[in-house]
C-alpha cells in the first residue's frame, strides 16, 4: 500500500533562516504531490503542487518543493522563514481509487513547524 | 481562493446518539470527500463521492456512517450511533478536478 513519511515530527528554526521539511513516498507509479499548511483551528491550505514537468515548483509565500523520481522525495523549502509560517505542514500524494473516476488524498504525519525570533 | 464551509465547528455528543456534520462545498465542484484526523496523528481519507453516489470508502467508513448530498445542498456525513472512538475532527473536502481538493476548517467532534 501507499505511504507518505515525514520523518521530522518537530522542526524548529529561527527567523531568517532557511527551511527544509522532508517527504518521502512509497507508490510504483508517480503519484500527485501536495504540500498542504493547517494553522491552529483552521482547515488545511494548499501550498503547492506538482504533476509532471518541472521537478522545482513554486508555491504560494515564498515556498517551494522539489521532487525526486529517484528518492521518491517530495521536500518542501524555503529561503527565509518568518514567524508566521509556524504552523503543522502535511505532505500528501494523491492516487486514483476504485472505481476510476475519484482521487484520495494519503497524508504524511505532518511536521510541526515552530519559527523562534 | 475557494471555499469551503464546515457547520458546525465543534459538537459534543453523548456516545450512541446520532450525529450529522455537515459541509458547503465550492459552488462548482463535482467531487467530495471526508477525512478523519484523530488528535495528534495524521488525516485519514474517510470516503468520496461523486454523481450521488459513494465512490470508495476506507476501512474506517463503518456501517454506522452514511453520507449524502440531497438535491445539491449541503454534503453530509451522518453517525448513527456514535461511539467513542468517532471522536476526532472530521474534514471536508470538494474538487472540481478529482485532483486538488479544497478543505474546510473541519469539525470537532467529542463524543462522551
Known amino acids: 500500500a501507499q505511504s507518505v513519511t515525514q520523518p521530522d515530527a518537530r522542526v524548529t528554526v529561527s527567523e531568517g533562516a532557511s527551511l527544509q521539511l522532508r517527504c518521502k513516498y512509497s507508490?510504483?507509479?508517480?503519484?500527485?504531490l501536495f504540500w498542504y499548511v493547517q494553522y491552529p483551528r483552521q482547515g488545511l491550505q494548499l501550498l503547492l503542487k506538482?504533476?509532471?514537468?518541472?521537478?522545482v515548483v513554486q508555491g504560494v509565500n515564498g515556498f517551494e518543493a522539489e521532487f525526486s523520481k529517484s528518492n521518491s522525495s517530495f521536500h518542501l523549502r524555503k529561503a527565509s522563514v518568518h514567524w508566521s509560517d509556524s504552523a503543522v505542514y502535511f505532505c500528501a500524494v494523491s492516487i486514483q481509487g476504485r472505481g476510476g473516476s475519484n482521487y484520495k488524498l494519503t497524508f504524511g504525519k505532518g511536521t510541526l513547524l515552530t519559527v523562534t525570533p | 481562493g475557494p471555499k469551503v464551509l464546515q457547520i458546525p465547528s465543534h459538537q459534543i455528543i453523548d456516545m450512541g446518539q446520532m450525529v450529522t456534520l455537515n459541509c458547503d462545498p465550492v459552488?462548482?465542484?463535482?467531487?467530495f470527500y471526508w477525512y478523519k484526523q484523530i488528535l495528534g496523528q495524521q488525516m485519514e481519507f474517510l470516503v468520496n463521492?461523486?454523481?450521488?453516489?459513494?465512490?470508495?470508502k476506507s476501512k474506517l467508513f463503518k456501517d454506522q456512517f452514511s453520507v449524502e448530498r440531497p438535491d445539491g445542498s449541503y454534503f453530509t456525513l451522518k453517525i448513527q450511533p456514535t461511539a467513542l472512538e468517532d471522536s476526532a475532527v472530521y474534514f471536508c473536502?470538494?474538487?472540481?478536478?478529482?485532483?486538488?481538493?479544497?478543505f474546510g476548517p473541519g469539525t470537532r467532534l467529542t463524543v462522551l
Open positions: 507508490y510504483s507509479a508517480t503519484p500527485y
Open positions: 459552488s462548482n465542484h463535482l467531487y
Open positions: 463521492f461523486y454523481n450521488g453516489k459513494v465512490m470508495e
Open positions: 506538482y504533476y509532471s514537468g518541472d521537478p
Open positions: 473536502a470538494s474538487s472540481l478536478d478529482r485532483v486538488e481538493q479544497y
